[in-house]
């Protein structure tokens, strides 16, 4: 044992062998010390965020693309500030490391009314709380350092939702031993023998089926099966669709790919095929009502073979443990290989093919412009759409190859997508990073655009003002003032907030004017790209306007 070596080191180490290489947070007095661990480490950066809120949604943006993240805050203010934050991610399954730092031992043990308590002498409140929003939490002593980081890591890894880490400021510095073997050696491995048992069972019904179909959901990009998926497509050469929620989960300009799934709000064509299908194949599926359309789906349950990050199920059979990407895999060499013309298959490029777009002297609509910004993404950007006119604009909007998609459509907590947008451009600095947020959101973490700035990342952000609360209008009070939000004067925030050489600001009302922005944007793509959009308030994307009725007739 050495004892430079310490327990802060041991997490960090840790961390960063799982591809955690910033740190997301907010300092506060119980957890600076073990920051200075964070602030040498060599192979993770420290990155300080406006609030503990903002952190933990830029760690969930960081994760959706990186695999995993990390965020620290104090205890008490700053983890309850945090905990809407990692509550998404355990929704919408996102890996995030909570750690959070704690008073000592001995103030703990001996029930101090210290501060950022509730006075009672008691310090388990808040980590009682997080337990309903993890997976695994843990309370971190010298005697139990090296079990309890690993047992939590893994898990965090295993079941990509968040965990919970409680650091007191008199243990991070205790030595401890280097690990000595790698934290994946431990992972959820398949059964041979249940993977053979599923080959015999399984593709017998897919391959009597006369109008199979892949419905792919979020849980492929979560477990990182998207080429695994991918080849079982190919040697299968069924029609793939994806529901909103996982969007991006398959390439969409591929000749297999049909469009994005919204039950009976989808297309005529897409809606056929999901729902008269007597075989579907659903990948990392959950139904939700956003995606669905309001529960709008109409297929059979009997006719769906479930593959999960870690099951097979078809009827009341289970196979477990099976891994996602062995069970594609599998199942891709047992699959008999059908031709595109005998499955009918009408891909979303040929679907789309008939649309073009050119810009008149016209105020923006919210279908023109997404119609506009489809063409303006390149391969391997990264998207993100915030819930509400921009999620459900981009919904249906194709996507070029290798995108990522980036929404948060079951949690929806508005004001996401700007935080998560640090997050996922610092995850891969060589992606071009797009955000579509409203105002509405904009106006809850404005603040972390600040942050974006002091980093030197260079993302295109789309502000769409449309005064106010659109979502709300549309499901109730249209006209109540409590939809209504001061007007600010957007363009000139960017420059408030950081140097005013490291952005570039438009306000655009017209086809023309948002024309030149986009050509300008691409030119000056050495600088943070804010491009605010005049809409009208009432405007809205057709997907959004039928389901808030929907929303609306359900809170009845």
């Not at 981009?394 to 996507?399: E, I, N, Q, S, Y």
């Not at 973490?445 to 769409?464: D, G, Y």
């Amino acid at each position: 044992m050495s004892s430079n070596y310490t327990i802060g080191h041991y997490l960090l180490d840790r961390l960063a062998e799982l591809g955690v290489h910033h740190m997301f947070g907010v300092p506060g007095d119980y957890n600076l010390s073990f920051l200075d661990e964070v602030i040498d480490h060599k192979e993770i950066e420290w990155i300080g965020n406006c609030n503990e809120l903002n952190a933990a949604y830029a760690a969930d943006g960081y994760a959706r693309v990186n695999g995993m993240a990390a965020l620290i805050t104090t205890f008490g203010v700053g983890e309850l500030s945090a905990v809407n934050g990692i509550a998404g991610s355990y929704a919408e399954r996102v890996p995030v490391v909570k750690i959070t730092g704690t008073p000592t031992t001995n103030v703990m043990d001996n029930g101090l009314y210290v501060h950022h308590t509730l006075g009672n002498g008691k310090f388990d409140h808040f980590s009682t709380m997080y337990k309903e929003v993890t997976v695994a939490q843990t309370f971190l002593t010298q005697e139990n350092a090296a079990q309890e980081i690993d047992r939590v890591l893994l898990t965090c890894w295993t079941d990509k939702r968040p965990v919970h880490i409680n650091l007191p400021t008199d243990v991070y510095d205790k030595p401890i031993s280097k690990p000595y073997n790698s934290l994946l050696d431990s992972a959820i491995l398949s059964n041979e023998e249940t993977l053979k048992q599923m080959i015999v069972d399984v593709p017998e019904r897919i391959n009597s089926a006369k109008r199979p179909v892949i419905l792919a959901d979020f849980e492929v990009t979560r477990y990182r099966a998207q080429k695994a998926l991918l080849q079982f497509a190919e040697k299968t050469g069924f029609p793939v669709a994806t529901l909103s929620m996982g969007k991006s989960a398959f390439n969409e300009a591929h000749p297999q790919f049909i469009g994005v799934y919204n039950g009976d709000l989808s297309s005529s064509y897409v809606q056929k095929r999901i729902d008269q299908s007597d075989c579907i194949i659903s990948v990392g599926v959950k139904l939700t009502d956003s995606i669905t359309g309001g529960f709008s789906h109409q297929f059979s349950k009997d006719n769906v073979i479930h593959i999960h990050p870690f099951s097979v199920q078809f009827n009341s059979t289970k196979y477990a443990p099976a891994t996602m990407i062995d069970s594609l895999h599998a199942l891709s060499s047992a699959i008999t290989k059908r031709k595109a013309e005998d499955l009918d298959i009408l891909s979303l490029t040929s679907q789309m093919a008939a649309k073009s777009y050119t810009a008149a002297e016209t105020e923006i609509t919210q279908e023109r412009f997404f119609e506009r910004i489809a063409a303006f993404l390149h391969e391997n950007d990264v998207l993100l759409a915030e819930q509400g006119t921009s999620f459900f604009g981009a919904a249906t909007m194709p996507l070029p190859k290798d995108t990522t998609f980036i929404g948060q459509p079951l949690w929806g907590s508005i004001g996401y997508t700007l935080p998560a947008l640090l997050g996922s451009q610092l995850a891969d600095k060589n992606r071009r990073n797009v955000l579509l947020i409203g105002d509405g959101s904009f106006q809850l973490t404005a603040q972390e655009l600040s942050t974006m700035l002091r980093q030197h990342i260079k993302p295109v952000i789309f502000l769409i003002n449309n005064d106010g609360y659109t979502v709300e209008r549309a499901i109730h009070g249209e006209n109540q003032v409590y939809n209504d939000i001061q007007m600010w004067n957007y363009q000139e925030l960017p420059a408030v907030l950081g140097p005013k050489d490291r952005s570039i600001t438009f306000k655009v009302r017209t086809e023309i004017e948002l024309e030149e922005a986009l050509i300008l944007a691409e030119q000056n793509y050495q600088h943070l790209v804010f491009i605010e959009v005049m809409m009208h308030r009432d405007d809205k994307p057709a997907l959004l306007a039928e389901l808030s009725k929907r929303f609306a007739n359900q809170n009845v």
